[in-house]
């Protein structure tokens, strides 16, 4: 792997508000599409919505990057998720709020554009006794169909 995307990967990790300090690469779900950014961020934010999420803003996160040196204006975080959801685990977990609503972190790099994300089950690695495993296992197997929709768009 290369040093350049090894900085975007840490900084990912920044804007993704990682608590934990020993994020492991297995615990991160990513895509590469061949599409145009614009063309990538408007197909992630429809399948968010096909698949029963609500995004909740999108979030730039080039502005600091650019101030900081890095060379990109195509750099967002996208929030979504079911407010019910939000709601249940908040409440039986409230260790992680700061991680929801779900993200998505979306950047091009070298005429690709690239996806990335926490893997969700890995919060059953952090409360494995929670009950919310149906909840985290649903919202992996959403991203993995969002994820391989873009991915299979690339074919096309």
């Not at 408007?42 to 029963?52: E, T, Y």
């Amino acid at each position: 792997m290369n040093f350049k995307i090894l900085k975007k990967l840490s900084l990912l990790l920044f804007a993704l508000l990682l608590i934990n300090t020993a994020a492991h690469a297995d615990e991160l779900i990513m895509v590469r599409s061949t599409e145009a950014f614009p063309e990538t961020m408007l197909m992630l934010q429809s399948l968010i919505k096909q698949q029963g999420y609500k995004p909740s803003r999108v979030q730039r996160v080039d502005i600091g990057l650019t101030k900081s040196g890095y060379k990109t204006d195509k750099y967002r975080v996208v929030f979504f998720g079911k407010a019910d959801e939000i709601k249940k685990v908040s409440t039986q977990l409230p260790e992680l709020i700061p991680y929801l609503p779900l993200k998505i972190s979306i950047f091009a790099e070298d005429g690709q554009t690239i996806l990335t994300t926490l893997d969700p089950m890995s919060f059953n690695e952090m409360y494995p006794d929670s009950k919310l495993t149906p909840v985290f296992k649903q919202w992996t197997k959403d991203i993995h169909a969002i994820f391989k929709q873009i991915r299979d768009n690339n074919t096309n």
